[in-house]
């Protein structure tokens, strides 16, 4: 069975970091680009980053840019969200999907992924 885990999500104050992890079982996310996306109550989900394959390109939601950052370790099989200077409005359900096989740029839009995780909660509130 295909399965994706997310992990790290917390209560945080506002300003503080978390750094959220997806891992996966039953396949390998080398290979594949990974999306990160995230849902807040009564909202609709929203991209907030992506990792090509390779690592070498990434892309990132305007309400993210200079406080989150992406990465995989491909020898972990592992993609991270560091997630800096949240603020109150990064409150969610973070959840991590992952696309098939490609050497296509990433995207944070959902179509392109076809194996979601189960959502990691990610609270700022002081």
């Known amino acids: 069975q295909l399965q994706l885990v997310e992990s790290g999500g917390g209560l945080v104050q506002p300003g503080g970091s978390l750094r959220l992890s997806c891992a996966a079982s039953?396949?390998?996310?080398?290979?594949?680009?990974i999306g990160w996306f995230r849902q807040a109550p009564g909202k609709e989900r929203e991209g907030v980053s992506c990792?090509?394959?390779?690592?070498?390109?990434?892309n990132y939601a305007d309400s993210v840019k200079g406080r989150f950052t992406i990465a995989r370790d491909n020898a972990k099989k592992s993609v991270y969200l560091q997630m800096n200077s949240l603020k109150p409005e990064d409150t969610g359900v973070y959840y991590c999907?992952?696309?098939?096989?490609?050497?296509?740029?990433?995207?944070?839009?959902?179509?392109?992924?076809?194996?979601w995780g189960q959502g990691t909660q990610v609270t700022v509130s002081s």
């Open positions: 039953g396949f390998t996310l080398n290979y594949r680009n």
């Open positions: 999907a992952a696309g098939p096989v490609t050497a296509q740029p990433c995207s944070t839009t959902g179509a392109g992924y076809n194996s």
């Open positions: 990792i090509s394959s390779s690592g070498g390109s990434t």
